[in-house]
């Protein structure tokens, strides 16, 4: 087909990605407008993986506001980050998530948990567990853990989020040194045994698809920032592991 004059791509290559950004031009204000958004990873387009986001308005700009996240971490007296749990279900994401948040706001630090299932009672309650789903799901959280580090807040975020791409898609939302990942290593074996919402069994049966370690993939972290093992670790010393990694990096107050 002859190509649209009155549309333009941008091209941003990374280690990881490779996005396309359509842009159509408007006459009315002889401008060109963001229209589509393309996520294409190892040379080729898999529409069941990356459906692309497109923009349904545009004419909207961005409007930058006199406080800023260097303002509102000031004000809360602590540095804003993303400690972003992953794996397997019943690997202990929300436990340790949970405790940790216990033990952050011991040490009077301000934070926000969002919890995979949680989330899904609300903001995701359209989302099922097909690829494209989960993907969704995870694009909508990064862009509400951004929100929250915006805000100035430490941010927890507890989703088995299989997929590596959209792992490092969240952390490229942030800047440098604010998204740390945390591996729940746990074993698959030991998580199927534990199966503390039935899950596992039911998926053994068949009668739920799509699910992680049974008949959907999870892509383990290559160089997460933190592992954890709850089959060999204790809640307390999963918690420490944390804690003594957010002081190496200087987040935490000395």
Known sequence: ??????????IGISRHFCVVVMFQFSAKSSTFHPIS???ITKGYYDPAKHQGVRMSATNI????????KATRAALNRQKPCILWFTGFSGSGKSTIANALEQRLAELEQHTYLLDGDNIRHGLNKELG??????????RRIGEVSKLFVDAGLIV?????????????????LVEDG????????TPLETCEQRDPKGLY?????GEIKNFTGIDSTYEPPVNPEVTLDTSSMTVEECVNRVIDHLNNAGILPE
């Open 1 to 10: 087909q002859p190509a649209d004059i009155n549309v333009i791509a941008h």
């Open 37 to 39: 958004y393309t996520d």
């Open 61 to 68: 700009v961005w409007h930058s506001t006199a406080v800023t």
């Open 129 to 138: 567990f097909n690829d494209a789903d989960r993907i969704e799901n995870i």
């Open 156 to 172: 927890i975020s507890a989703f088995i989020s299989p997929f590596r791409e959209e792992r490092q898609m969240v952390r490229e």
């Open 178 to 185: 604010e998204f740390f990942e945390v591996f729940m290593g």
């Open 201 to 205: 069994k039911k998926a053994r049966a």
